[in-house]
Each structure stands twice: as C-alpha cells, then as structure tokens.
C-alpha cells in the first residue's frame, strides 16, 4: 500500500485506456486496479456472501439503524429504499439498469426480483467482488440477466443512451474523477432515466471537525462498557472515537473517501435532483463501528440505547446542528448539460 496523497490523481485521463463494456473483461494486458483497494473490497464481497460478520461491525448493519434508515428515507421503518425505489419511481419494469460500484451484487439481483428492471450490467473495481457477485448470481438462475465487468469507474466509458436506470451504491466516494464517471452517467441515461445514489457524502478522508468529534464521543460514553466490546479484535473495549489521519485512511484504502464532500457539488452541476432525503450517520457511523453488534435485537434496553442515539443524532441533523453524512438522491439528467 503507498502511502501517497496523489495515488489516485486522474486530473488527466488516457482516454487510450478508456475501455468499454464489451473489451473490459476481454484485457488481459492492462493494468489492474490498487492491490489495497481490490484486496479491501473482495473480502467483503466474500464476507457478506458468506458468514456476514460485517453487520457486527458497520452502524447500518443492525436491524434497529436499519429501521431508522428506512424511516428516513421512505417514511416508512419496514420498506427499504429499493422497494421506495419501485413503489414510487417505477411502477412498470424497465428494460435496462447500470449498477456503479456493485460489489457483491445485492442490488442489482434484488432489483430484478423487485421487477424493478430486467437486466443490469454492473462495475466493480474488485476482481474478488466480481467473481463473487457472479456466482451468487448464478445460485439465483440470474447469471443470463446481470453482467459483470472488472473496471476502474475513473476512467469507464458508457455507451450513450443504453440505460433507464443507474445505481450508485456507496461508491462515488471511491471515484477520484468525479467529473468523468458523471459524464459518462449523464450520457448513458435515456433522457427521462433516473440515477439513484445511495451515499456518503460526509467530509472527504474522514476529517470532521472537532464539533462532530466530541458529540460521537459523547454518544459512545452513553453506552455500558458490555455493549461497547470491540468485536473485531474480540478483546479490547471501545473508550473513544478516534480521528484517523489522512495517511490512515489511505493506507487500509487508498479510494477512500477521496472526494466525498465534492459529490453532491458535482451531482448539482450534471443532474437535475428530484429527491432528495438525509439519513444521517454523521455521528453513528463511527460512534458504532465494531461494536454495533453487541446491541441485541431482542432486548429492550438495547434497542432502546440505540434508538435514542439515532433520535439525538436525527434531531441534530434536522435543526441543522451538524450536516448529514449519508444521503439518497434520486436524480434525472439535466438538459442543460453538455453530454458529447
């Protein structure tokens, strides 16, 4: 791993080594993506695939928060996004969908059993993270639906106007070139077709400022030291949410985060956002990380606990205290944009 600020710096794109969907798979040659980064993200592909221990760990993986970001999101604590998503924007299936960023391959196969579109073609940096969407693909018959490609989203090219639909799904703040991979969007789209972001948009490596910081601490000090055991290294106890440096986020991926607090800027400038709703993990995001799993589903207090942290971080966000570091967009292309 390179501990090196410009790592991703694709100020200047080869458009030489732009590929598209039919030769990306078919390279054999090319330079393939960040060890850290393809490293990082098969293993969870294959951790979500398999025993799941990422919901131990990470806020949104507990029923409670999940709850909590339904609410937020459809107004509803029992109906997902995607199922908002189908309700709302989609009531006839549409023909064809694009998945940025599709890891193991969850949305896109719920999609189609949501009746949400037929097919998807769908892009992953993570070689790992491809084969395992591949076959979890294949164990639900859709392996003739979904296709998978191996690519950088810095430097993809789309084919114009092939999609009604795209999925952002926590990707955009892995993506140095912003402006290119939104252009690419932008053109791919029918000119009603709707882009679907799911995201973090919080500060860009992860450096909040000291406000956020003490109120995550303040947070964490609420919870009893039994539900503040660090289930990653199964032995020590959570004190503190601790900042990490820049060179920290880099050095466990170097895509992290790159150009998070950009992306809505950018969205603004190429799309036309239709909706819009803020959902929070400002605070939990990090007040939770690797101990939100030791908070039991069935015992009261522990829901309780968790529900008044997400009430004190909802009200925060909602009186304008703090921003939201997660929001879901659902956006149309912009004519106003120049997409040659």
Same mark, same amino acid.
């Given at each position: 791993?390179?501990?090196?600020?410009?790592?991703?710096?694709?100020?200047?794109?080869?458009?030489?080594?732009?590929?598209?969907?039919?030769?990306?798979?078919?390279?054999?040659?090319?330079?393939?993506?960040?060890?850290?980064?393809?490293?990082?993200?098969?293993?969870?592909?294959?951790?979500?695939?398999?025993?799941?221990?990422?919901?131990?760990?990470?806020?949104?993986?507990?029923?409670?928060?999940?709850?909590?970001?339904?609410?937020?999101?459809?107004?509803?604590?029992?109906?997902?996004?995607?199922?908002?998503?189908?309700?709302?924007?989609?009531?006839?299936?549409?023909?064809?969908?694009?998945?940025?960023?599709?890891?193991?391959?969850?949305?896109?196969?719920?999609?189609?059993?949501?009746?949400?579109?037929?097919?998807?073609?769908?892009?992953?940096?993570?070689?790992?993270?491809?084969?395992?969407?591949?076959?979890?693909?294949?164990?639900?018959?859709?392996?003739?639906?979904?296709?998978?490609?191996?690519?950088?989203?810095?430097?993809?090219?789309?084919?114009?106007?092939?999609?009604?639909?795209?999925?952002?799904?926590?990707?955009?703040?892995? $993506?140095? !070139?912003?402006?290119?991979?939104?252009?690419?969007?932008? /053109?791919? #789209?029918?000119?009603?077709? =709707? @882009?679907?972001?799911?995201?973090?948009?919080?500060?860009?490596?992860?450096?909040?400022?000291?406000?956020?910081?003490?109120?995550?601490?303040?947070?964490?000090?609420?919870?009893?030291?039994?539900?503040?055991?660090?289930?990653?290294?199964?032995?020590?106890?959570?004190?503190?949410?601790?900042?990490?440096?820049?060179?920290?986020?880099?050095?466990?991926?170097?895509?992290?985060?790159?150009?998070?607090?950009?992306?809505?800027?950018?969205?603004?400038?190429?799309?036309?956002?239709?909706?819009?709703?803020?959902?929070?993990?400002?605070?939990?995001?990090?007040?939770?990380?690797?101990? $939100?799993? !030791?908070?039991?589903?069935?015992?009261?207090?522990?829901? /309780?606990? #968790?529900?008044?942290?997400? =009430? @004190?971080?909802?009200?925060?966000?909602?009186?304008?205290?703090?921003?939201?570091?997660?929001?879901?967009?659902?956006?149309?292309?912009?004519?106003?944009?120049?997409?040659?």
């Amino acid at each position: 791993m390179k501990n090196r600020l410009d790592i991703l710096d694709f100020s200047e794109v080869d458009e030489n080594k732009i590929v598209d969907s039919k030769s990306v798979v078919q390279t054999q040659n090319a330079e393939g993506p960040n060890d850290a980064t393809d490293r990082t993200w098969s293993a969870a592909a294959r951790d979500k695939a398999g025993v799941g221990n990422w919901k131990l760990l990470s806020w949104d993986g507990h029923p409670c928060v999940g709850r909590y970001i339904n609410r937020r999101i459809s107004g509803d604590p029992d109906e997902s996004w995607l199922e908002f998503i189908k309700r709302r924007f989609c009531p006839r299936t549409l023909n064809s969908g694009l998945s940025l960023g599709c890891g193991w391959g969850s949305l896109e196969r719920h999609a189609i059993r949501l009746g949400i579109c037929e097919r998807f073609d769908a892009y992953d940096i993570a070689s790992g993270a491809i084969e395992t969407a591949r076959a979890e693909a294949t164990k639900e018959g859709l392996q003739d639906r979904i296709a998978y490609f191996c690519a950088d989203l810095n430097c993809l090219a789309l084919e114009y106007d092939k999609y009604d639909i795209c999925f952002a799904g926590a990707s955009l703040h892995h $993506v140095h !070139n912003l402006e290119h991979v939104l252009r690419q969007v932008q /053109a791919a #789209l029918h000119r009603d077709g =709707l @882009f679907i972001v799911i995201e973090y948009v919080g500060p860009s490596r992860f450096q909040w400022d000291d406000e956020v910081h003490h109120l995550m601490n303040k947070i964490l000090s609420l919870f009893p030291e039994s539900l503040r055991r660090n289930l990653k290294d199964g032995t020590t106890v959570k004190v503190e949410v601790i900042r990490p440096s820049i060179e920290d986020v880099i050095r466990v991926d170097p895509t992290e985060a790159v150009r998070s607090g950009e992306i809505l800027t950018q969205l603004e400038q190429n799309f036309e956002i239709i909706y819009r709703t803020d959902f929070g993990g400002t605070l939990l995001q990090f007040a939770l990380a690797d101990i $939100v799993g !030791n908070f039991q589903e069935d015992d009261p207090k522990d829901t /309780a606990l #968790l529900e008044m942290a997400a =009430l @004190f971080e909802e009200t925060l966000i909602d009186k304008g205290v703090i921003a939201s570091d997660f929001v879901f967009l659902v956006c149309r292309p912009s004519s106003s944009v120049n997409t040659v």
